[in-house]
């Protein structure tokens, strides 16, 4: 196991995007640190399977603490978890409140802030985030939750940028559109297609190859990548 390769963590891994970002950067030859509440072992020696709810401090920690103990560095963070709950404003409820802000914020705080604090001892470091193309509203869809988590996390990628730029630490976001993952069924896909100016969902692999390029990108910090079939655009 070479002390040259880089190590990047990815959260929400165990499926759709973040297994398609897990197989992304292990064909780049990363070494991994997967995690979410339902990853299971691998038999990849490259590869670190980290169990837990990342909206829970104490699952921040035990990704970092053993990405160190078994690779020794963080490179890049990907921060992938998200949940989504497509509900009238007006009936969302406490719950569905709470548990959109602990995966979506909560899940991005704990990590990124214990990511950055080695990056910054490495003088070096990438963090990607998932954020969502939530610019314009879509008639009908309730997006509210998925607003209020996902543009917050747009706007702290900028701030995080600018605050780290002189540190080498990058920060950038990736902004998919609707991609095919468990998350939708297969009777929705042609309305979901609709959305979209290009006609069709995104693939999971295609968000991993943007998040692939903005790792290899070096003169790239404070972007938000749409790969969303031209819907931030407009339609």
């Not at 780049?28 to 995690?35: E, N, S």
């Not at 990607?128 to 193309?133: D, K, N």
Request: proline share 3%; no cysteine; glycine share 10%.
């Amino acid at each position: 196991m070479s002390a040259s390769q880089k190590v990047v963590i990815v959260t929400g891994a165990s499926q759709g995007i973040g297994a398609e970002i897990v197989k992304a950067f292990r064909g780049l030859d990363y070494r991994i640190v997967a995690t979410s509440r339902k990853i299971q072992p691998s038999d990849d020696p490259n590869i670190l399977t980290v169990a837990g709810d990342i909206g829970d401090p104490a699952t921040a920690q035990r990704v970092i603490s053993e990405t160190l103990a078994r690779f020794g560095r963080v490179d890049t963070l990907v921060n992938n978890a998200g949940i989504y709950i497509g509900k009238p404003f007006t009936e969302h409820t406490l719950d569905d409140y709470n548990a959109v802000l602990n995966v979506n914020v909560a899940g991005f705080f704990h990590i990124t802030q214990l990511a950055i604090a080695q990056m910054e001892k490495q003088a070096s470091g990438h963090v990607v985030t998932i954020t969502g193309s939530i610019e314009n509203g879509i008639s009908g869809a309730h997006t509210a939750l998925a607003a209020l988590t996902k543009g917050g996390l747009s706007a702290v990628t900028r701030s995080l940028a600018i605050e780290y730029a002189k540190k080498g630490i990058r920060v950038n976001a990736v902004a998919p559109g609707v991609t095919k993952t468990p998350m939708h069924t297969a009777e929705y896909y042609e309305l979901l297609a609709s959305l979209h100016p290009l006609g069709r969902m995104g693939e999971a692999h295609e968000v991993a190859s943007a998040i692939a390029f903005l790792d290899s990108a070096e003169f790239i910090t404070g972007e938000i990548l749409h790969v969303d079939g031209g819907q931030s655009a407009g339609r």
